[in-house]
């Protein structure tokens, strides 16, 4: 599949309002899963962060993160 303008392959995140996000969600989840782009969604008329679309490697890497954090938390507790 061919991805248009989007792919730009910039290591910086980029920002998007919902309403584009809205209508170009299918584009983004392949250019996250193809190429590692993070997308940053900002509410429209707002440059404040509210959730971003990662590609899955990534956000299982947090995850694993955190569980490691709270397992390290959970052994100093006691």
């Not at 991805?3 to 250019?31: G, H, I, K, M, N």
């Not at 709270?70 to 100093?76: G, H, K, L, P, Q």
Request: hydrophobic share 45%; glycine share 4%.
């Amino acid at each position: 599949m061919a991805v248009p303008a989007l792919a730009d392959r910039s290591p910086q995140p980029r920002a998007l309002p919902l309403r584009e996000v809205r209508t170009r969600l299918t584009q983004l989840v392949s250019l996250a899963e193809l190429t590692d782009t993070v997308t940053v969604v900002t509410r429209d008329g707002d440059p404040r962060p509210v959730a971003a679309i990662v590609p899955a490697s990534a956000a299982r890497t947090g995850a694993q993160a955190r569980a490691d954090a709270e397992r390290v938390a959970a052994i100093s507790a006691g």
